[in-house]
């Protein structure tokens, strides 16, 4: 016999079991396959087990304290968290100090203070701030780590981007999170952090690249520049860019080898070329190892003389090749 279809309400996110019995749901129909059960009490559909913030709602409304946090939190807000964070689902919950600490199965539960502000409620999910959840992330990132998924906080883009965007939070508000808890584990790593936050980096990766480039002898690139027309059209938007010596950084992730993305990135290219600046594409691999290969790709950009050649170094949109030099005319 077909199961019966969960009523909507249950089907948009996560529920207790209390939810259920309102809703007339038997508790048999809630452990069928098509309903997965984290923890004791939650259930979540199929369906949305991979949508933090339908997933994690249930664990709010366990009762009238629990909050999200952590990197529960961070998955929430959509911060640039390190891929090794990205792999523990476990959920973290906290009620406040003189409560009693949630314990349940995939729960890591906590005792925090709160201060006014610190916790939010969006769309019936009690969650830490972005900045306060940055600041309990200090715990456990290092130092580079939690820059950037401060950068992935404070990350805006004005009008005249393809995609604006508007901060979670501005890095003043980190300072006086910090300023605000000074005994708190982890402070010393955020405070170290603080000073290499920027507005400007869409992830984590390029975070990592802007660093290493900013501590070579290159100096720092900069963020949320746009290449212009002769008219003053904004035409190409790097990820960071050399402005006095017409440098273009892009980084290319693993979406980049999409034949659609490929496309859009050739022609981003010539265009970046025909505006007279040198596009110089950074790859995975150009940010691992001791000595990062950017460095070198970038100083031998910014060091380049004479006109009509263009250098390209690492993988092609075909694969991975060796370090080529092409002409082209003009």
Request: hydrophobic share 40%.
């Amino acid at each position: 016999m077909a199961r019966l279809p969960l009523p909507p309400e249950l089907l948009a996110r996560s529920f207790t079991a209390a939810d259920a019995d309102r809703a007339g749901v038997t508790r048999k129909r809630t452990r069928r396959p098509d309903v997965y059960v984290p923890s004791r009490g939650i259930r979540v559909p199929a369906a949305l087990a991979s949508a933090p913030a339908d997933a994690l709602h249930a664990f709010s409304a366990l009762d009238d304290e629990s909050t999200i946090t952590h990197h529960s939190g961070g998955r929430f807000w959509g911060m640039g968290l390190p891929a090794w964070l990205q792999e523990d689902w476990r959920i973290h919950v906290a009620r406040e100090r003189d409560s009693s600490k949630p314990r349940r199965r995939n729960v890591v539960g906590h005792r925090l203070t709160f201060l006014p502000g610190e916790v939010v409620v969006v769309d019936g999910l009690r969650v830490t701030s972005p900045a306060r959840t940055w600041l309990d992330l200090a715990a456990v990132l290092n130092p580079d780590e939690l820059v950037a998924a401060g950068d992935s906080i404070v990350v805006a883009h004005g009008p005249e981007f393809p995609v604006p965007r508007t901060a979670l939070a501005t890095p003043a508000e980190l300072e006086r999170m910090v300023a605000a808890h000074p005994g708190m584990r982890g402070v010393r790593t955020a405070r170290a952090a603080l000073s290499d936050i920027r507005i400007g980096a869409d992830s984590p990766q390029e975070t990592q690249m802007r660093l290493i480039l900013c501590r070579s002898s290159l100096g720092e690139p900069v963020l949320n520049h746009i290449i212009r027309n002769t008219w003053g059209q904004p035409c190409v938007w790097p990820d960071a860019a050399y402005p006095d010596s017409r440098i273009a950084l892009q980084y290319d992730g693993a979406h980049h080898a999409e034949a659609h993305q490929q496309q859009l990135d050739l022609r981003r290219r010539a265009m970046t070329e025909a505006l007279g600046w040198k596009e110089v594409r950074v790859f995975k691999e150009d940010l691992d190892e001791e000595r990062p290969f950017v460095v070198e790709k970038v100083r031998a950009a910014l060091n380049r003389k004479g006109p009509g050649r263009t250098y390209t170094w690492g993988p092609e949109p075909s694969g991975f090749g060796a370090p080529s030099v092409r002409s082209r005319s003009g």
